[in-house]
């Protein structure tokens, strides 16, 4: 077997997610007026990890979800909803 890991469903699954809320999460964080770095301040993560999950190259876990629907004030089915344009 090579070094190539084969993409599985579950991986192209975590990155409908990842690319479907990111910008959700980035366009509720500028609608609240806050920066990158307060929001990660409030999440307990790093500016950088802030980063990745708005420009979809992560998905977040469970818990940063909750954490991501407290601070920013929205339901974990406003940022999974598939419907576009929903924030």
């Given at each position: 077997?090579?070094?190539?890991?084969?993409?599985?469903?579950?991986?192209?699954?975590?990155?409908?997610?990842?690319?479907?809320?990111?910008p959700r999460i980035r366009a509720r964080?500028?609608?609240?007026?806050?920066?990158?770095?307060?929001?990660?301040?409030r999440l307990g993560v790093s500016p950088?990890?802030?980063?990745?999950?708005?420009?979809?190259?992560?998905?977040?876990?469970?818990?940063?979800?909750?954490?991501?629907?407290?601070?920013?004030?929205?339901?974990?089915?406003?940022?999974?909803?598939s419907k576009p344009g929903t924030t």
């Amino acid at each position: 077997m090579g070094s190539r890991a084969t993409r599985t469903h579950r991986d192209s699954n975590m990155d409908w997610v990842a690319e479907r809320i990111g910008p959700r999460i980035r366009a509720r964080r500028v609608e609240l007026g806050m920066s990158m770095r307060e929001l990660a301040r409030r999440l307990g993560v790093s500016p950088s990890f802030v980063s990745r999950l708005e420009n979809g190259r992560c998905p977040p876990s469970v818990g940063t979800l909750c954490a991501l629907t407290s601070v920013l004030g929205i339901s974990a089915s406003q940022l999974l909803d598939s419907k576009p344009g929903t924030t």
